[in-house]
């Protein structure tokens, strides 16, 4: 007999919500995760519209709503001009607007949400080996242990040890330059209810607001610190932001940096081995969709494992493998334009922001931009 029918491995954005999705409709799913605890840093900040729609089912939505910051307004500014702003007030969602927490919080109530529906993360749980049979799936872990299941969903990021044990190929590249993160506490000139992104001569800098009085900060640099001081950060804001001396940065409460690769999975899924989130796609963080397609692969997925699980065939995972990759190919070749767009060379930069400032007169632009980032596009 299996030990359960669904085995989620990670505890991230994306396993928390298949494990809920699952539970939600009676099927059994144990969650393991390698870290002894949940995140207690922020990475992903942004909840975009249709997360927060395919969300409203798991009883999750409403408490990320009540946790975050609500920004109804995108921007891409140079200085103290204003480019193009992107109004999400105007689409047909019950959220227009960007919804700025955390992601640890969000990692937070889906916990809460998973254990309400009698289900908890085993951890610390690291996979050594997962091996499939006609029947069903065995995964050994490095304590002894081992679960049988009839399904595995790797949920385990970007060194998915499912996908390397499925064998399947993460094709892409890495971009050049290394990205400083940080949040921290500013004053001045910096709305609390918009996302801006900063097109500078000498840079790009993205400032989001967060809940409790924090901003992201987010920046290309050629070596990015390791943990960003705030002398580092305000040399930024100065040298990218409205300019020196608008906005001062009384205290870094976190910072890191990181390197953005570019990559999705040949296929999604080999038998009863299925991949989600950034173990199946990674990208760069423009335009903040990196967890939201996650979280959208997660339900999509859960559809189609309880499906299974209940007598189905197995087509409903062949699809969910097809639709959602191709999602994924969309995202990715956006968020490289635009990633390419914000790190154009030095000498370009003003000529790319002329072509955006032109841009913003004409409304289907503006229409387009709103519809991607709020993932309102991917609706199925």
Not at 129 to 138: K, L, N, P, S
Not at 154 to 166: I, K, L
Not at 176 to 204: C, H, K, M, Y
Not at 336 to 365: C, E, K, M, Q, W
């Amino acid at each position: 007999m299996d030990d359960t029918d669904v085995l989620v491995v990670g505890a991230g954005p994306t396993g928390l919500t298949v494990a809920c999705a699952l539970a939600e409709r009676g099927v059994a799913a144990t969650v393991v995760d390698r870290q002894p605890a949940g995140v207690n840093t922020s990475r992903a900040a942004v909840v975009n519209a249709r997360s927060l729609e395919v969300l409203e089912h798991l009883d999750v939505a409403r408490r990320v709503v009540d946790r975050g910051r609500q920004a109804p307004r995108f921007t891409i500014r140079d200085r103290t001009r204003t480019l193009i702003t992107v109004d999400f007030a105007g689409l047909p969602t019950r959220y227009p607007y960007s919804l700025m927490l955390p992601q640890s919080s969000t990692e937070e109530i889906l916990r809460t949400r998973l254990g309400e529906l009698g289900a908890t993360v085993l951890r610390p749980k690291v996979v050594t080996a997962v091996t499939q049979d006609r029947a069903g799936v065995t995964t050994r872990f490095d304590d002894g242990d081992s679960i049988r299941s009839r399904y595995v969903v790797g949920a385990d990021g970007v060194h998915s040890t499912v996908r390397r044990q499925a064998d399947i190929r993460f094709g892409g590249g890495e971009y050049d330059d290394s990205f400083l993160l940080a949040d921290v506490r500013l004053t001045g000139e910096v709305p609390t209810d918009e996302v801006i992104l900063f097109w500078a001569r000498a840079g790009l800098t993205v400032v989001a607001p967060l809940p409790g009085g924090v901003h992201r900060i987010v920046a290309p640099v050629a070596e990015a610190p390791e943990r960003p001081s705030a002398t580092t950060v305000q040399h930024l804001l100065d040298a990218r932001g409205p300019g020196a001396g608008r906005i001062e940065v009384r205290e870094v409460i976190w910072g890191s940096r990181f390197r953005i690769h570019h990559r999705i999975a040949d296929t999604y899924r080999s038998r009863r081995l299925v991949l989600a989130g950034d173990a199946a796609h990674v990208h760069s963080p423009a335009g903040g969709q990196g967890m939201n397609l996650g979280i959208q692969d997660a339900v999509v997925l859960a559809e189609a494992l309880a499906a299974v699980v209940a007598g189905a065939s197995d087509d409903p995972l062949d699809d969910y493998a097809r639709t959602r990759r191709a999602v994924a190919r969309e995202v990715v070749a956006m968020t490289d334009r635009l990633t390419r767009l914000a790190t154009v060379p030095r000498g370009l930069r003003p000529l790319r922001n002329s072509a955006i400032g032109a841009a913003a007169h004409i409304p289907a632009v503006r229409s387009a931009l709103a519809w991607r980032l709020s993932g309102l596009v991917y609706r199925i």
